[in-house]
Each structure stands twice: as structure tokens, then as C-alpha cells.
Nanobody, 123 residues
């Protein structure tokens, strides 16, 4: 009964900020690397960011590096994505994903992800 529930999306102006959350349950959250992926309208799934089990190592797509920050609170079974300096090209549905116990998953390896939360960046 793995469950991932994303929240925090919304409509923001270019240059604005949003903080996404992913509430996880049904598995030992602290034992798994996690990622955020997104899907823009008419586009395929794009990996955005990943984090190791303890939160000490983070990874970002070039398109968001320096603007987004991934983090996790294992005590709360929650994954976060702080998004700053948002651009129109960040508009997408954002999903959190459960990766592997010792590494990031590839795009074809995601067994579970949530319902997603819509992020729209527009004037």
C-alpha cells in the first residue's frame, strides 16, 4: 500500500516561489532514495531532482540547478521541493517518486508515484 501524496502546487508569477510536499506512507521512507519528476503539457516525464536516504546528497537536473532545493524529513515521512526563481518552463505536474535503497532510479524504473500537483508559472 505504497502511497505518495503531493501538495503545494499552484499559480505563481515568474520569479516567484513554491514549496512542494510529498507525504509518503506504506513503506520505510527513510530507507529509500526519493526523486521529483515533472511532466509539462504535451511533454514526456522529466526527472528534476533526487535525494539519498539521509538527505546529505542531492542531485538536480541542469534546468533547475541553483533554483530548486530538494530535502526530506524522515521523521515526518515527507519529501520537499523548494522552488525559487520560477520560470514559465517550470509549468508542469510535479510528482514525487520512490527510488531504490541505494541509488536513484532511472525513468523506466519508477514503481510508484503520487497523483501529482500542478505548478503553473504565468503572469
Amino acid at each position: 500500500q505504497v502511497q505518495l501524496v503531493e501538495s503545494g502546487g499552484g499559480l505563481v508569477q515568474p520569479g516567484g516561489s513554491l514549496r512542494l510536499s510529498c507525504a509518503a506512507s506504506g513503506f520505510t521512507f527513510s530507507s529509500y532514495w526519493m526523486s521529483w519528476v515533472r511532466q509539462a503539457p504535451g511533454k514526456g516525464l522529466e526527472w528534476v531532482s533526487g535525494i539519498n536516504t539521509g538527505g546529505g546528497f542531492t542531485y538536480y537536473a541542469d534546468s533547475v540547478k541553483g533554483r530548486f532545493t530538494i530535502s526530506r524529513d524522515n521523521a515526518k515521512n515527507t519529501l520537499y521541493l523548494q522552488m525559487n526563481s520560477l520560470k514559465s518552463e517550470d509549468t508542469a505536474v510535479y510528482y514525487c517518486t520512490k527510488d531504490h535503497t541505494d541509488k536513484l532510479a532511472t525513468m523506466g524504473e519508477y514503481d510508484y508515484w503520487g497523483q501529482g500537483t500542478q505548478v503553473t508559472v504565468s503572469s
